[in-house]
């Protein structure tokens, strides 16, 4: 089992940056591919933003944010990343990592992450 906290959210101007954390609890995390995925309010469905398998090989991304986010991971602080530049006020969300088993791919679905965090939020001011 593993835990997971965001952090790194916050307040961002049209066209700013932020880089979101993820940190890891557990001795085995290494065997999880991590997605980050965002909600823009509640009631909506959670979108998938980025992915990144067990040893960062193999990432995937929306299309939406394609060539703005860039995700990494660091398996010695056990830490994923989310690097976002060229923020848009589409972009305000609550942003959750997650982690999947599927540790050999970069897991698109939902449904293919058995553990999140509680979210970090992410405001972009036009």
């Known amino acids: 089992q593993v835990q997971l906290a965001e952090s790194g959210g916050g307040l961002v101007q049209y066209g700013g940056s932020l880089r979101l954390s993820c940190a890891a609890s557990?001795?085995?995390?290494?065997?999880?591919?991590m997605g980050w995925f965002r909600q823009a309010a509640p009631g909506k469905a959670r979108e998938f933003v980025a992915?990144?398998?067990?040893?960062?090989?193999?990432?995937d991304y929306a299309g939406s944010v394609k060539g703005r986010f860039t995700i990494s991971r660091d398996n010695n602080k056990k830490t994923v990343y989310l690097q976002m530049s060229s923020l848009k006020p589409e972009d305000t969300a609550v942003y959750y990592c997650?982690?999947?088993?599927?540790?050999?791919?970069?897991?698109?679905?939902?449904?293919?992450?058995?553990?999140w965090g509680q979210g970090t939020p992410v405001t972009v001011s036009s």
């Open positions: 992915a990144i398998n067990w040893n960062g090989g193999n990432t």
């Open positions: 557990g001795r085995t995390f290494g065997n999880y591919a």
């Open positions: 997650g982690a999947s088993t599927r540790y050999y791919s970069a897991p698109y679905s939902e449904d293919d992450y058995a553990y």
